[in-house]
C-alpha cells in the first residue's frame, strides 16, 4: 500500500472527525508528526498475513443478499444523526434503509 | 510491618510522616496528597493495638497513579480535561487496597492519559528523576516511580499500556510489575487502550510488589475482560533470549549491554538455563500498538466532549460541534492529540482495514511465533530499555519516545505478564531486566525476580 501523504486537508478532515481543534499553531506539528507516525506504523503492511485465520471474523451469519427478521429497521439506529448544514443542526434520516424484512 | 505490630511504630504516626516528605518532595511526582487518609491511620493504629490488622498491608500508605479513581477525590489523568473531576466511587484495586488496610496517602502525576514514556506530557509539569533531577523518571507512571525510589512510600500503583510501569521503574531504580492482562480488575481505570490496559504495583522489593498484586488480583464482576487464572504449574528453568533478534548488540550502549551480559551470566549462576531465540522484530509490535493504541484511545477519549463531562469552553458558539471541539482542543495536551488523529485515521473507513484490521491481523501471526517459542522455553529476558533515563526535553520527536518502549511494548501485545528489577547501576542510574512469560505465569515470575536480585 502507498503510503499516505499528510498535509493540512488530511488534518482538517481528522480535526473535523475527532472533534479536536487545531489552532494555526499546532497544525504544522501535527502534520509533521502525525505524517511521521503514520509513515513508521506503515511498516505493518510489509508483514504477510496470508497464512493467518483471524480468529474474530465478520459474522456468517447474513450473506449481502440475504434477508433476515430484526427487531427494528437498521436505519432506525443511524437515522436522526445531526449534522450541520448552514450554520445550524439538522436532524433527519441520513441512510436508506437495509435489504430487511421485519 | 513488624515495626506496626511491636508498636515501635504507628501507623499514624508513619502517614504523618509520609504525608509532609511527600508535600515536600522536589520531583513533582504527587499531584495531590490525601489529608482525609490520618482517620483511617488512626483506625489502623488502632487495629494493631488491639492485635487485630486486617492484613500485611494494614496501615501501609500507597500512593495510586492519578487515572485510578479514589471516592470523593478529584481524578485528572494528568489532564486540563478532566481538572475538577470528582469520582463517586472506587476503582476495584482501590477498593481492594483499603479493604486491606492499606493507606491510599497520594495521587501521583503522569504523562497526559498515560499516552507518554517520560511523563513529561502532563499538564501540571514533567516529572523529574530523583537520581538526576535534570532527567527524566520514564512513564506514563513517573510519579508513582519517583515517590517509591526516593524511599517515601513502599509501594505504588501505576498502569501499563506499553511499559508505563515497567520503564519508570527501570529509570528509577525500582521493581515494577505488569500482571497478566485481565488478571486485575480495570474497573475505575480512566480507560487509554482498553485491550492492552493494566494496573500493576511500583515497589522497592519484589516481595513488596507480589503483597500488592496479590492483594488486587482477581475477578471482578464491573469488568468483562477480568478472570481468575488456574494455579501455573512447573517453573521457570530456561530463559530465551533475543540477542540477534532484537539486535541488542545494536541497540543497546556498551554499558548497558555489560549490564545485561552480566545479568545473563547471573541467571546461569542461579541455575536456569539461557538459549537464543528468534522472537519477531520488535519494532513491528511498536509499529501495532501505535495503531491500536491510537485507535482505541481516539474511541475511549470520545466521551470527553465537556458537555457530559471534561473541561468546558467558557467562550460562546454557535454550534454544538464548535462547543465540543473547542473544549477538545482547550482540554487535550499535544500528544493526546496526535494520537486522537492517528486514531481517527487509523480507524477510518477508507483505511481501517490496511490500518486497524491489518494491525489485529499482525498481532495474530506475531502471537502465532511467540507460542512456537513459548514451547521450548519458560519465559524470556530482555533489558527493560536500551538505555538508562534520558535528560528532560531530550526527546522531542514522536517515534523517537514511542521506541523507548520498544523491549516492554510485546508483553502489552499478547497480554503477557513481565517484570522489571533494578540491575547494577550504568554510571549511576539505574538500569532494569526485564522478564516475562506466558499468561498466567505471574507467580513464576515473582520466584524468578526474587531469587534475581537475592529476596528470600
Not at chain 1, 502507498?2 to 472533534?19: C, H, P, Q, T
Not at chain 2, 500507597?62 to 473531576?85: C, F, H, P, R, Y
Not at chain 2, 537520581?131 to 505504588?156: E, K, L, N, Y
Request: charged fraction near 20%; aromatic fraction near 8%.
Amino acid at each position: 500500500m502507498k503510503s499516505v501523504v499528510v498535509g493540512d486537508k488530511l488534518i482538517d478532515e481528522l480535526s473535523n472527525l475527532a472533534r479536536v481543534g487545531v489552532g494555526p499553531h499546532i497544525a504544522a506539528q501535527l502534520v509533521a508528526d502525525v505524517g511521521e507516525v503514520l509513515e513508521y506504523v506503515d511498516r505493518i503492511q510489509k508483514v504477510s498475513t496470508k497464512e493467518f485465520i483471524p480468529s474474530v471474523q465478520k459474522s456468517p451469519c447474513r450473506k449481502d443478499n440475504e434477508t433476515h427478521a430484526v427487531w427494528f429497521k437498521p436505519n432506525i439506529i443511524r437515522a436522526n444523526i445531526p449534522h450541520q448544514k448552514d450554520g445550524a443542526i439538522h436532524v433527519e434520516e441520513t441512510f436508506v434503509t437495509g435489504n430487511v424484512t421485519e | 510491618m513488624d515495626a506496626y505490630s511491636r508498636g515501635q511504630l504507628s501507623p499514624e504516626e508513619h502517614v504523618r510522616a509520609v504525608l509532609r516528605a511527600l508535600k515536600s518532595e522536589k520531583t513533582n511526582a504527587v499531584i495531590a496528597v490525601r489529608e482525609e487518609v490520618l482517620d483511617e491511620a488512626r483506625q489502623s493504629s488502632d487495629r494493631y493495638r488491639a492485635g487485630k490488622k486486617l492484613s500485611a498491608l494494614d496501615g501501609i500508605p500507597v500512593v495510586i497513579k492519578d487515572n485510578i479513581v479514589i471516592e470523593g477525590q478529584e481524578v485528572t489523568a494528568a489532564s486540563n480535561m478532566l481538572k475538577g473531576t470528582i469520582s463517586p466511587y472506587d476503582a476495584t484495586v482501590v477498593q481492594k487496597l483499603k479493604k486491606a488496610g492499606a493507606l491510599v496517602v497520594a495521587r501521583s502525576n503522569m504523562d497526559e492519559f498515560a499516552m507518554g514514556s517520560s511523563s513529561e506530557t502532563s499538564a501540571f509539569g514533567p516529572v523529574r528523576n530523583p537520581h538526576d533531577q535534570t532527567r527524566v523518571p520514564g512513564g506514563s507512571s513517573g510519579g508513582s516511580a519517583s515517590v517509591v525510589a526516593q524511599g517515601i512510600v513502599p509501594v505504588a500503583l501505576g498502569s501499563d499500556t506499553a511499559g508505563s510501569i515497567r520503564q519508570p521503574a527501570a529509570f528509577c531504580g525500582v521493581v515494577g510489575f505488569k500482571p497478566t492482562y485481565g488478571s486485575v480488575s480495570r474497573f475505575g481505570l480512566v480507560a487509554l487502550a482498553s485491550s492492552y490496559d493494566v494496573i500493576g504495583p511500583l515497589a522497592n522489593s519484589v516481595t513488596d510488589a507480589e503483597l500488592v498484586y496479590l492483594s488486587i488480583k482477581g475477578a471482578d464482576e464491573f469488568d468483562a475482560t477480568s478472570r481468575n487464572f488456574p494455579p501455573p504449574k512447573g517453573k521457570i528453568k530456561r530463559f530465551g533470549v533475543p540477542l540477534k533478534a532484537w539486535k541488542l548488540a545494536e541497540r543497546l550502549g556498551h554499558k548497558e549491554a555489560q549490564r545485561f551480559e552480566q545479568a545473563l551470566k547471573h541467571l546461569k549462576t542461579l541455575g536456569f538455563e539461557t538459549v537464543d531465540v528468534n522472537l519477531p522484530d520488535p519494532e513491528i509490535a511498536v509499529a501495532i500498538y501505535y495503531v491500536i493504541n491510537p485507535v482505541e484511545a481516539s474511541s475511549n477519549l470520545a466521551r470527553y466532549d465537556g458537555v457530559r463531562y471534561g473541561h468546558a469552553s467558557s467562550e460562546h458558539f454557535n454550534t454544538l460541534y464548535e462547543r465540543i471541539s473547542s473544549a477538545r482542543e482547550e482540554g487535550f495536551g499535544t500528544e493526546v492529540r496526535r494520537r486522537l488523529f492517528v486514531g481517527t485515521f487509523a480507524s477510518s473507513a477508507g483505511y481501517q482495514d490496511a490500518y486497524y484490521k491489518q494491525a489485529l491481523n499482525v498481532t495474530g501471526v506475531l502471537r502465532t511465533q511467540y507460542d512456537a517459542i513459548f514451547k521450548d522455553v519458560d519465559a524470556i529476558v530482555t533489558p527493560t530499555t536500551a538505555t538508562c533515563a534520558f535528560k528532560l526535553g531530550a526527546v522531542k520527536d514522536p517515534v523517537e519516545m514511542y521506541l523507548s518502549d520498544i523491549f516492554t511494548v510485546p508483553a502489552n501485545i499478547f497480554g503477557f505478564p513481565a517484570i522489571s528489577v533494578p540491575t547494577d547501576p550504568v554510571e549511576g542510574l539505574p538500569f532494569g531486566m526485564q522478564f516475562f512469560a506466558p499468561q498466567g505465569q505471574d507467580s513464576q515470575l515473582f520466584s524468578v525476580a526474587k531469587q534475581f536480585v537475592g529476596e528470600g
